[in-house]
């Protein structure tokens, strides 16, 4: 048996840490005098520390842990566990990344800047146009892609692209979702055309709207945003229709994000 500091050099856990354990009955002690209060341990729960020290780095939680242990000699169950974590650490790098990516362009835009983050706003009209669109409920609005690959399978070997081509994403949800995003992309084409199952095709009235171009990851679309509302309050205009973003350097055109080019338009009116 060993007592409680003997126990922590051991297994290389503090004596706080393991009074909390204990309090959380994660790692109990053998045995506990009534007389001194000294804590005791045996020699076959180094196994066990070492196993929430463990568990412990691969990221899990003190009640993830406590469930663990009790599942730790079933293999099957433990690796259920840890495909569930790490899943759900792979989506928190990839949070990480974008804040790293929004951070990086915000360094970059300032120094170029000179210590400003807004963006030049015009007011502009978009000509009438004949599209083709293709508009769906998508799981997020990352998952765009999925909507141009289905238009290409559809009706891409038979497109004639207008130039320009207006390739642009609608987002008709009223205000930002989560998930479950409505959203409608539209290609400027020319020729008359038959509707496929997804694929319509039918003519767009013109449009005015604020403008405002973003070269670079779409991680800065939220700050030029903020300056397109700005200067459409500002300028005393109002919001008229859902907003849209048209793509004049795509991820399909260049996988490098320093050379993307979107244009991000809300139709207003006075």
């Not at 978009?126 to 559809?154: C, F, K, N």
């Not at 973003?214 to 397109?228: D, P, Q, T």
Request: proline share 4%; aromatic share 10%; glycine share 6%.
């Amino acid at each position: 048996m060993f007592r409680i500091g003997d126990f922590s050099k051991l297994s290389r856990i503090s004596i706080r840490m393991l009074r909390h354990y204990n309090e959380l009955g994660l790692l109990i002690p053998d045995h506990v005098d009534d007389s001194t209060g000294y804590r005791y341990y045996r020699a076959e729960q180094l196994t066990v520390a070492h196993r929430i020290q463990v568990l412990k780095g691969l990221g899990f939680g003190i009640p993830a842990i406590g469930q663990i242990l009790t599942e730790y000699d079933d293999a099957e169950s433990l690796r259920k566990h840890l495909v569930i974590q790490h899943a759900q650490m792979q989506e928190e790098e990839e949070a990480l990344q974008r804040k790293l990516a929004l951070l990086q362009n915000t360094i970059q835009r300032l120094g170029e800047d000179c210590g400003m983050m807004n963006y030049e706003v015009i007011l502009k009209e978009i000509p009438e146009r004949y599209v083709a669109s293709l508009r769906d409920v998508i799981p997020a609005y990352d998952q765009e892609g999925q909507l141009w690959t289905r238009m290409e399978q559809e009706a891409g070997d038979t497109l004639q692209v207008a130039n320009p081509c207006y390739s642009l994403a609608v987002f008709h949800d009223e205000g930002f979702k989560e998930s479950d995003v409505d959203v409608e992309i539209q290609l400027s084409v020319v020729g008359n055309y038959k509707d496929t199952e997804y694929v319509k095709f039918k003519k767009v009235a013109p449009i005015t709207v604020a403008s405002s171009m973003l070269k670079g990851s779409y991680a800065l679309l939220r700050e030029v945003n903020i300056s397109v509302a700005n200067w459409i309050t500002d300028n005393q205009y109002e919001f008229d229709g859902p907003m849209f973003t048209i793509y004049h350097v795509s991820p399909a055109m260049d996988p490098n994000p320093d050379h993307w080019v979107t244009e991000v338009c809300f139709p207003v009116k006075k």
